[in-house]
């Protein structure tokens, strides 16, 4: 049965950066069937798309985060991780990793695995 | 922003039906199936409904997904008091180049 876990820090600082990572297990993240991807909620809203990474490296971003997201895969680990630069309070939010189903042309896509999420706070 | 607008609620008694609809599904997001997530209070979404009416395994069949027009619509057919979640509709954005969630839909059971 496959299970993402995110892991990394609670609290991060004004202007620096949140790095998170995502371990896959009872999968292969090499596989080409799937994509990997994280979302976010702030306290209180709804869910934000961040953006999705495939096991050969290509990723595609949130416009409005794209400058300053990267997310990249570590096969040899099975896992995948989620850096965001220059991080203020409107970035406190769970963090989630997923697993995402992607059709040719984006007809149909959707994360049918989902981490537990981790909570990371932007303060000083 | 989210493109997909929701209700903000919807409640109904047990046994009773329920529908939800995500509006905005314009010409770039019409040609893309929409998907439903579910989201139990203080855990992670799972998934419900995905290319636009199709249920994975595990989720009962009193959870549909339906299209028409520029709308899709969730519909909960007698209402339990364990589906008391927040519901969210989402699909790829073409014009946008990036995948949106609608607004979400807190569901009470009465």
């Known amino acids: 049965q496959l299970q993402l876990q995110e892991s990394g820090p609670g609290l991060v600082k004004p202007s620096e950066t949140l790095s998170l990572t995502c371990t896959v297990s009872g999968g292969s993240i090499s596989s080409r069937s799937f994509y990997w991807g994280w979302i976010r909620q702030p306290p209180g809203e709804g869910l934000e798309w961040i953006g999705t990474?495939?096991?050969?490296?290509?990723?595609d971003y949130n416009p409005s985060l794209k400058s300053r997201v990267t997310i990249f895969v570590d096969t040899s680990k099975n896992q995948f991780s989620l850096k965001l630069i220059s991080v203020t309070a409107a970035d406190t939010a769970v963090y989630y990793c997923a697993r995402t189903i992607v059709a040719t042309n984006f007809y149909y896509y959707y994360m049918d695995v989902w981490g537990k999420g981790t909570t990371v706070t932007v303060s000083s | 922003q989210s493109v997909l607008t929701q209700p903000p609620s919807a409640s109904g008694t047990p046994g009773q039906r329920v529908t939800i609809s995500c509006s905005g599904i314009t010409s770039k997001i019409g040609s893309n199936t929409v998907t439903w997530y579910q989201q139990l209070p203080g855990t992670a979404p799972k998934l419900l409904i995905y290319s636009t009416n199709q249920r994975p395994s595990g989720v009962p069949d009193r959870f549909s997904g339906s299209m028409s027009g520029t709308s899709a619509s969730l519909a909960i057919s007698g209402l339990q008091s364990e589906d008391e979640a927040d519901y969210y509709c989402a699909s790829w954005d073409d014009s946008l180049n990036g995948y949106v969630f609608g607004t979400g839909t807190k569901v009470t059971v009465l």
């Open positions: 990474t495939y096991y050969s490296g290509s990723a």
